[in-house]
């Protein structure tokens, strides 16, 4: 059974960081890309971050530089490192493995990422 687990999520203030951890199960991981999305009450899901099977990585403007995206395949863990953090970032974070090759997404529950004084 596939199975992506989000954790890490929190409070935070503006300016702190947060990291948030992806385990996944059920799946060969070293063959999917991996992303990370968000969605905020009211809004559509976005796009926030990716990393390749081969490690290449890349993020819209309004995180770059700020988000950090990684992969442990020994571990089958992904990360998402979120530095000097924004109200406009609060939202639920959802983790995301996707294969072209077949056109297979798996999806985790999501953890919520709130920043706020």
């Known amino acids: 059974q596939e199975e992506l687990v989000e954790s890490g999520g929190g409070l935070v203030q503006p300016g702190g960081s947060l990291r948030l951890s992806c385990a996944a199960s059920?799946?060969?991981?070293?063959?999917?890309?991996m992303n990370w999305y968000r969605q905020a009450p009211a809004k559509q899901r976005e796009w926030v971050a990716t990393?390749?099977?081969?490690?290449?990585?890349n993020y819209p403007e309004s995180v770059k530089g700020r988000f950090t995206i990684s992969r442990d395949n020994a571990a089958n863990m992904v990360y998402l490192q979120m530095d000097n953090l924004k109200p406009e970032d609060t939202a639920v974070y959802y983790c995301?493995?996707?294969?072209?090759?077949?056109?297979?997404?798996?999806w985790g529950q999501g953890t919520q990422v709130t920043v706020s004084s």
């Open positions: 059920g799946f060969i991981f070293k063959a999917y890309e």
């Open positions: 990393v390749t099977v081969v490690g290449a990585t």
């Open positions: 995301n493995a996707y294969r072209r090759l077949v056109a297979t997404n798996y």
